[in-house]
């Protein structure tokens, strides 16, 4: 089983709808959560830290549930330029040792006018 | 906020020569800095955990020999791919945290080298 999962997409969706990702990941461990959006060919930027009360952005909501080990992002209202892949991306900060984060292969969005 | 500094973006090379890619944090020390390397429609894997003043901490897999980092400074690391191979051909990113003030801040990412073998 993959340590971070996401449906792979592509999730192809008209201008002004609304978008839901999923991803979930196998280390109770894991200590902090983000999203990261990727444009092709780019570096990865960071969307949004999650956190377990759930977070909103304008636009952008994030829920976090530990039990479930299942982390969320919704898109309100999209926009051409969130046309992108969204990285879903656990770290894990032991007591010893190196801090490592974890990615997920990403869900690829295209947003249709 | 938080920013990295990934040099150079492109590089097209010969097979067998060794190449060099600095990261660099601009406005914190960063102790830690994180080497990733995406395939083309792959997720970003971690190669190895760059410490300031100690050796590197490698993902399994990942040749310490061929894949030299240097962290001489608290902003600056530096990733060697030595002899490199057309298979070594990948995009090459870098990241580092700000750890001081707020817990669990976010990795800020270089801009990525993308690495071309011929």
């Known amino acids: 089983r993959k340590e971070v999962e996401q449906d792979p997409g592509p999730f192809n969706v008209p201008e002004g709808a609304t978008v839901a990702f999923n991803c979930t990941y196998s280390?109770?461990?894991?200590?902090?959560f983000f999203w990261y959006r990727q444009d092709c060919r780019k570096e990865p930027k960071l969307l949004m830290s999650v956190y377990s009360s759930g977070n909103e952005d304008g636009r952008f909501t994030a829920q976090l549930n530990r039990a479930s080990q299942y982390i969320s992002l919704l898109i309100r209202d999209s926009k051409l330029s969130d046309s992108a892949t969204y990285l879903c991306v656990v770290n894990i900060v032991p007591n010893f040792g190196n801090e490592k984060l974890t990615f997920g292969t990403g869900t690829r969005l295209t947003i249709i006018p | 906020g938080a920013v990295v500094s990934q040099h150079p973006s492109w590089v097209i090379c010969k097979s067998g020569t060794s190449v060099k890619i600095e990261c660099r944090s601009l406005d914190f020390q960063a102790t830690t800095m994180f080497w990733y390397r995406q395939f083309p429609k792959q997720s970003l894997m971690l190669m190895a955990t760059?410490?300031?003043?100690?050796?590197?901490?490698?993902e399994q897999g990942v040749e310490k020999d061929k894949f030299l980092i240097n962290h001489a400074s608290l902003t600056l690391s530096t990733l060697t791919v030595t002899s490199a191979h057309p298979e070594d051909s990948s995009f090459y990113i870098c990241s580092a945290r700000d750890m001081t003030g707020i817990n669990n801040q976010p990795q800020h990412f270089g801009d990525g080298t993308r690495l071309s073998i011929l």
């Open positions: 760059s410490n300031e003043g100690s050796k590197a901490t490698y």
């Open positions: 280390n109770s461990a894991s200590q902090s």
